[in-house]
């Protein structure tokens, strides 16, 4: 919910020219009133005979008559003049405001620029920015040309500020909002930038967060430089957990469970001034649970804006890779990293909470691009079933992606998941089958030695920006 009240002062022809307007109608009819009170006081003066007391009264009684009368004439005639010449300047002032307040809009329109807060997931139309005087600090949460000034707005402290980015209002501090928010955003980044919302979706231990990173990797090392971009997270949270996730996963072979250290989304930007990018990819990736129950669900505002999605899918939780491989992982030390949650379940309860809270339709796919991808790959080399022999087939890109979507779909008939295959059929619109290996766990004399080897990441993540138009790979 946004705030109301504004600690601006209203722009002179919107609120002080109508208080001094009122002062002066209300003063020149009292002047009128004065002035004929004065001639009624003087026509009651006269003493003496009949004479001396008729005619002051007639001469003073009839001015006071007189200035009565045309006083209130002329009042009459130049009031209206006068709220009309405050009228057509508040007017001219509006018209100009408005104009260029819808072409500000239009123009971020036009650009499709828009933002996501990293940390409430709600869209930010406008963030709030912080009065620059440090005295005062106060936050107006309605910058924009506006009945309290078109290119800057004055403080209640006397600050001025600017309030089109023409003015450079993005230098301005800037937060979120939200009012259960109110996080610090970077308001040129919020302002000046389109937005790629990706959610990541799966039961707990799934490898959501192992697909993640790999993600961000791949988007900073492989996608940035090959479309000629430069990116670079916009919060130093995310950058650490980044850093923190990697040194973990080489240390320990293993990711981190997702609880509420981490940062809530994962949030990088992507520029490139000759070609006049400047795109934020925000990747969410919730911590398993929320998807056990669709009411988990309405607290992340990310889900209402989602421009694509990943659906992980562990294939060792299914029914004939998990009978086939069970006592193997055991007896290796890691069936504990084996999700144990049911994929439908989970894709019920994500379809039944943005049906309940973010308003999909009962009877409505979810139209966003999803990629629907099988990880942990490297274990027993499960990638190469559908890799293997296809590089350099002579094939397009556009066919290989086909030939694996039809090949992951046909294993996961065979692997006694077809009822997933038909739910994720019935409730989404555009989706397309991957398998991927972020993490490569090599198994050792003693123990385990794992790296993140993002293989076959970038290909979903091609797919899905390519399929959701975002800039960064437009040709
Ligand atoms: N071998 C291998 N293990 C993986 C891979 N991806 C994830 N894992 C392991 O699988 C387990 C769960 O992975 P996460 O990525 O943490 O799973 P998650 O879906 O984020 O789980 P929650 O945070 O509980 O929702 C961890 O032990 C990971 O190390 C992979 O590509 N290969
Ligand atoms: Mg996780
Ligand atoms: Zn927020
Ligand atoms: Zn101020």
Redesign the pocket.
């Known amino acids: 919910m946004l705030k109301k009240d504004e600690p601006s002062i209203q722009h002179y022809w919107f609120g002080k020219a109508y208080r001094d307007m009122w002062e002066a109608i209300r003063d020149s009819q009292n002047r009128n009133l004065d002035t004929a009170r004065d001639y009624w006081r003087k026509a009651k003066s006269g003493t003496g005979n009949a004479a001396e007391v008729a005619i002051p009264y007639l001469f003073y009684g009839t001015s006071a008559g007189a200035v009565v009368v045309f006083g209130t004439l002329v009042w009459l005639i130049l009031v209206p003049i006068h709220i009309v010449i405050v009228g057509s300047i508040a007017l001219c002032i509006a018209v100009t405001f408005l104009t260029l307040d819808f072409i500000e809009r239009g123009y971020l329109l036009f650009k499709g620029w828009t933002t996501v807060c990293p940390h409430c997931g709600e869209k930010v139309a406008l963030p709030a920015f912080q009065c620059a005087n440090p005295a005062c600090g106060k936050w107006h949460y309605h910058l924009r040309p506006s009945s309290f000034g078109i290119f800057k707005h004055q403080c209640k402290c006397g600050q001025k500020l600017p309030s089109t980015f023409l003015s450079d209002r993005q230098k301005l501090k800037a937060r979120c909002p939200h009012e259960l928010c109110e996080k610090i955003l970077d308001a040129e980044v919020a302002l000046c930038s389109s937005t790629s919302v990706i959610s990541i979706i799966?039961?707990?231990?799934?490898?959501?967060?192992?697909?993640m990173i790999a993600a961000m990797e791949i988007l900073l090392n492989k996608i940035a430089p090959k479309n000629f971009l430069t990116g670079r997270f916009t919060d130093l949270d995310s950058e650490h957990f980044f850093v923190d996730e990697m040194k973990y996963?080489t240390s320990t072979?293993?990711?981190?469970?997702?609880a509420n250290h981490k940062p809530p989304a994962f949030n990088a930007l992507f520029e490139s001034s000759k070609r006049n990018i400047s795109h934020q990819v925000y990747l969410f990736?919730a911590?398993?649970?929320i998807f056990l129950s669709s009411d988990k669900l309405s607290n992340h505002h990310q889900f209402k804006n989602i421009t694509g999605g990943i659906i992980?899918i562990d294939p060792f939780s299914l029914p004939a890779l998990h009978r086939k491989y069970d006592a193997v992982l055991k007896k290796d030390g890691i069936a504990a990293?084996i999700?144990k949650d049911d994929v439908i379940d989970v894709i019920d309860r994500f379809v039944i909470g943005l049906q309940r809270h973010f308003g999909l339709k009962h009877n409505q796919k979810i139209s966003q691009p999803y990629a629907v991808i099988l990880?942990?790959?490297?274990?027993f080399n499960l990638r190469k079933i559908f890799y293997s022999g296809s590089v350099g087939s002579g094939m397009t890109q556009q066919e290989e992606r086909k030939r694996v979507d039809q090949e992951v779909r046909q294993k996961l008939n065979e692997w006694g998941a077809a009822a997933l295959v038909n739910t994720i059929d019935t409730r989404f619109s555009n989706t397309m089958f991957f398998c991927v290996?972020?993490?490569?766990?090599r198994k050792k004399s003693m123990g385990y030695d794992a790296e993140l080897s993002c293989v076959g990441i970038m290909d979903p993540l091609m797919w899905i920006l390519e399929s959701s138009k975002a800039p960064i790979v437009e040709r």
Do not use: V
Not at 202 to 211: L, M, N, Q, R, Y
Not at 375 to 379: I, V
């Open positions: 799966g039961p707990p231990g799934a490898g959501k967060t192992g697909f996963i072979g293993s990711t981190r469970k997702t990736d911590a398993g649970e992980i990293s999700s990880t942990k790959g490297d274990l290996a972020p993490i490569n766990l």
